[in-house]
């Protein structure tokens, strides 16, 4: 049988694939990989209208995979949202914000993200006061990094009726001042108070945020990547950039069961599945974050007599887990903290057979101790935790945790050990800095920002960092048949790469360029 005929050859350099160590050439038709070999052979096969890329030496790899992100956030703060994520005092912050401001047009609300407190000079989060001294008649609501706190200024809580009486929903907390006034500090279900009255963005505005997130993560060689958490709104903008053909690259959008200011569970979407766009996971928060200390603990975080906070009412988590499974669904559930972790894993036993036979997950899974990491692997269930939050936030860790908890802080190697896949990501845009090598870097170096080491003895190798930002990602979503490895019949998303991650030093790792991303065997982004 005759080769199809090639639209695309790769040739001259290092083609990273399961079977071989590298081979020279790769052909593409179709959309899909056709041939993998040297370049005589590859070459032979191509016809007169073949694009040929010669890459001089460089290395392809499958496309990366980004298993837990926000995209609409990345593009969010792309796009129309202020980046505090640089912000090194509350006066920078004061500053910025006043700036930002006075260019609002009227009745406007502005809105920003990024701040967080262990990087700011005076080592504490913005108030309602400093918000107050930046604009007095402009709703102003600032997000944490990690996205589970925030802080609104006094506009934004009149707007909102947050008064001294104001009782926090379940799952969240008010912040108050020695008057025992809002200080204007939010968390986790209690952001929704405020997100009620914020004007919603517009179904085209999405989209343009959607986009912009997307062409960002190719930049980096992100082929495919996960929204986790998205309201109906927002699938509903996926929807229609995917029926116009218009999305760059391939997306596993997870709906919510429950949204923050809404007082009833979100009910499951249909089921869809294209080439570009999965829908088919359904996300869960059960706990808060980690850097700003509002994961469950079972004991108090070293710097306040505070354990966290469990989100969800245990029964009604529980029984909308079984709803979501019974329904077919793969269930995601966010579970940082060991409560909270002890508590998904249980009702995933409780479970059953999944009538698909699928298997769930764990975003996050940051503080499981040994015990959590066997009932996991014995479910079945697939972690997707964050090496990249060690360097971004890992100073956070160091203040907050108790000694105990520290050795056991994204415990990568103990999960692969221990027979859990893997599927690394970002979380972004909770860091800035969500490139795929920069996050392999950390899973292998381990260091924070100020260089002190965090639990080193988890480190991983490269190879198995570079498979957990790839095939692991595939398999976190369901398509690995079709990615995550770079094989005959499988779609051509591929990263050419500057130089061979396997064959340089870990330091060295995030230094290498991403030269061109291709999707479906069309050049997505060129350096």
Known sequence: MRSPLLDLVLYHGAVLTPATSAAPAVGIAGGRIALIGDDDR??????????RIDLAGRTVVPGFNDAHAHIWKIGQLLTSMLDLRRVASIDELVRVVAAAA?????????????????????????????????????????????????????VALERAQIGAGTTAPAGGVIEHDERGQPNGVL??????????????????????????????????????????????????AY????????????????????????????????????????VDTAKFLADGGLSGATAALSVSYRHAPQKGVLRFDHDELAALCRETHAAGWRI?????????????????????????????????FGLPDAAHIERASKLGVIA?????FIPSLGRNFRNYLPDSFLPRTYPI?????????????????????DHPLAGMKAAIIRRDGDGVPIAPEQAITVREALYA???????ASGDEPNRGSIEPGKWADLAVLSANPLAVDAEALAEIAVDMTVVAGQVAFER
């Open 42 to 51: 590859v070459l032979r096969a191509a016809g007169a209208a073949t694009r």
């Open 102 to 154: 006075g260019r609002l047009s009227g009745g406007g609300w502005l809105l920003g993200r990024g701040y967080n407190e262990a990087a700011l000079a005076e080592r504490r989060p913005p108030t309602r006061r400093d918000l107050d001294r930046a604009a007095l008649q402009v709703p102003v609501v600032l997000t944490r990094t990690c996205g589970h706190i925030c802080v609104a200024n006094t």
């Open 187 to 236: 968390h986790e279900t209690a952001i929704g108070l405020i997100k009620r009255v914020m004007p919603a963005p517009a179904v085209g505005e999405y989209e343009s945020m959607i986009v912009a997130g997307l062409r960002h993560q190719l930049s980096f060689g992100i082929t495919s990547s996960a929204d986790c958490g998205v309201t109906p709104e927002i699938l509903a």
């Open 239 to 278: 929807r229609a950039l995917d029926a116009r053909g218009e999305l760059p690259s391939r997306v596993n959008v997870m709906p919510l069961r429950r949204a923050d200011g809404v007082a009833a569970p979100l009910p499951l979407p249909e089921q869809f599945v294209s080439d570009r766009l999965r």
């Open 332 to 364: 995601a559930a966010h579970a940082i903290g060991d409560v909270a972790i002890d508590e998904v894993l249980g009702i995933y036993e409780s479970l059953g057979p999944h009538p698909r036979g699928l298997t769930h997950r764990i975003e996050h």
């Open 384 to 388: 997707a935790p964050q090496a990249i």
């Open 413 to 433: 190697r103990a999960m692969l050990d221990g027979g859990v896949t893997v599927a690394l990501s970002s979380d972004a845009p909770v860091v800035e800095d």
């Open 469 to 475: 930002y790839t095939m692991g990602g595939a398999i």
